[in-house]
C-alpha cells in the first residue's frame, strides 16, 4: 500500500486518508508542496502564516487546523485601529450608599415618673421664688444715679435730724417713706414703730409698716398691723386690699376673697378695687 505523510505534522499516511489520525488535519484541501512556491499554513483566529508542521500558531497559541496556502496568496488581515475613548478609560465611581437615619424612639414616662418630675419641677420653681424674694427685699438702683444720690442725701439728712430731735415725727415719717420708697425694708419698719407710737391712730403709716414687713418674710406681723389700721379706719380701702394680698400670698383663700371684696364694696369705680375685681375674676374665688 502507498503511503503518504501528513504536511501538518509529519505522520505517515495511508495514500486514500482524508484526515491526519495524529493531529486531525483536514488533507483534502491541502496543496502539496511545490519547488516553486512555499507552502504555509494559515492560523484561522489571527491570520499568523506558520511554517508546515506547525500544531500550534506561535503567535497566538491556537490549534491550528492544517490548512495550506501558497505564500503568494497570502494577504495579511487587515486590523482596525480604533483610539481608546476616554469613556472606556474613565475609572469607575464608587457606589456610595446612604444610611438612612433611624428612627428616633419617643421617651414614654410612666404616672409617678411625670408624677416626680412635677414635684421637681415645683421645688426648683420655689427656690428660684425665694431668690427673687431676697433678691426685692434688696434696694432698687432708680435710673437715674442723680436721682438716687439725691434721695440718699435726703435720707441722711433727715437720719441726722431725727436723731438730734426724735420728737420731731413729721421728719420721722417723711424718713420711714423714703426708706420705703427706696426699699430699705427693715429701716424704714424703725422708724415707723418710732412714728406709731406718738401716732398710733394713723391708719396710713400702719398700713405701710405691715408693707414693709411682708416685704421681709415677717407676714403675721403684716396682717396684724393691718388688722390694726382697719380698727381705726374700716373702711380703709388700701389697708383691705394688701390685707386681701397677704392673705392670698399666705394660702388663706377665703379671708383673701373676704378682704377684696369689702374693698370692691368700698368704692367699686376706684383703681384698687378695680384691681381688686381683677385678681378675683383670674382666681376664680
Sequence with gaps: MTAKSCPVCGTVLPENAKFCFNCGANLLNMEQPSGEQKQIIICDVCGFENEPGSKFCVSCGSVLTGTFTSAEKVTPPEVEFKPLELESI??????????SRKKRKSIKLSFYQLF???????????????????????????????????IMAEIERLRQRVNANPDDMAST????NLLHDVHI?????????????????????RVDMGICLFEIGRVEEAIAEMEKALTYAPKHQLALYNL?????????????????????DVNPSAEVAQKAKRILEQHKF
Excluded: W
Excluded at 415719717?173 to 420711714?176: D, E, K, S
Design 116 to 150: 416626680y418630675l412635677g414635684l421637681a419641677i415645683a421645688f426648683v420653681g420655689l427656690i428660684a421664688y425665694g431668690v427673687i424674694r431676697r433678691e426685692k427685699s434688696k434696694p432698687d438702683v432708680p435710673q437715674h444715679p442723680e436721682t438716687n444720690s439725691e
Design 173 to 176: 415719717l417723711r424718713l420711714a
Design 244 to 264: 386681701g394680698i397677704v392673705n392670698l400670698a399666705s394660702g388663706n383663700v377665703e379671708k383673701a376673697r373676704d378682704y377684696f371684696q369689702r374693698c370692691i
Design 90 to 99: 474613565k475609572p469607575k465611581q464608587p457606589e456610595v450608599k446612604v444610611k
Design 185 to 205: 425694708f427693715d429701716q424704714a419698719v424703725e422708724y415707723y414703730r418710732r412714728y406709731l407710737e406718738k401716732n398710733e391712730s394713723d391708719p396710713d403709716a
